[in-house]
């Protein structure tokens, strides 16, 4: 089980806005950054947002990143099937001393 | 710009040791924290832990039994030894750099799929 929870699917048709959620503890969401990552469907990640809310440069603006108490969430606006690939929530847990990721939510554009 | 390639045999035996190396290109080796993640065919991302350029380490709890990163200077490189593997370590093994030791992956390798069977 993954230390921080993501729904494991969200969907959404093209030009809508879609939200993933991430939801953790006081001993790493509560207290530290949070990032977000993209995978597409046979490559590795990629940072889209760093600092709970900060896009990486190139990242479109379509994605926003947001934190509140113990859970953040990352929201896609204008939906494209480019979007359609595998979301990580990131964080450091102060806890475990090391970064914990969410399980993954499968993004799906119908 | 940053570039990771990372490599290593495809197929370890149950109980040997997985060995991997990450040669970074384009980018100082006097910076960042050199980290290892892996991720299950199928399944999520999970951390395995980072070596500091001061040489400093820091591992996954669950792994820190097994796991030793290591690095060199001298080749641009760092490495990743995990022993007494067993199936549950079959995974896609990133290298990638983090800029903050706190889970600011930038540069990603293109991962290493390395199976555990007899």
């Known amino acids: 089980q993954s230390v921080l929870t993501q729904p494991p699917s969200a969907s959404g048709t093209p030009g809508q806005r879609v939200t993933i959620s991430c939801s953790g503890s006081?001993?790493?969401?509560?207290?530290?950054?949070v990032y977000w990552y993209q995978q597409l469907p046979g490559t590795a990640p990629k940072l889209l947002i760093y600092?709970?809310?900060q896009r990486l440069s190139g990242v479109p603006d379509r994605f926003s990143g947001s934190k509140s108490g113990t859970s953040a969430s990352l929201a896609i606006s204008g939906l494209r099937s480019e979007d359609e690939a595998d979301y990580y929530c990131?964080?450091?847990?102060?806890?475990?001393?090391?970064?914990?990721f969410g399980g993954g939510t499968k993004l799906t554009v119908l | 710009q940053v570039q990771l390639l990372g490599s290593g045999p495809g197929l370890v035996k149950p109980s040997e040791t997985l060995s991997l190396t990450c040669i970074v290109s384009?980018?100082?080796?006097?910076?960042?924290?050199w980290s290892w993640i892996r991720q299950p065919p199928g399944k999520g991302l999970e951390w395995i832990g980072y070596?500091?350029?001061?040489?400093?380490?820091n591992y996954n709890p669950s792994l820190r039994s097994r796991v030793t990163i290591s690095l060199d200077t001298s080749k641009n490189q760092f490495s990743l030894k995990l022993n007494s593997v067993t199936a549950a370590d079959t995974a896609v093994y990133y290298c990638?750099?983090?800029?903050?030791?706190?889970?600011?992956?930038?540069?990603w390798g293109q991962g290493a799929l390395v199976t555990v069977s007899s």
């Open positions: 070596i500091y350029y001061s040489g400093s380490t």
């Open positions: 990638a750099t983090d800029a903050s030791g706190w889970g600011y992956f930038d540069y």
């Open positions: 600092s709970n809310n």
């Open positions: 990131a964080a450091w847990d102060d806890s475990l001393s090391g970064v914990v």
């Open positions: 006081s001993s790493n969401i509560g207290s530290n950054y």
């Open positions: 384009g980018g100082s080796i006097s910076s960042y924290y």
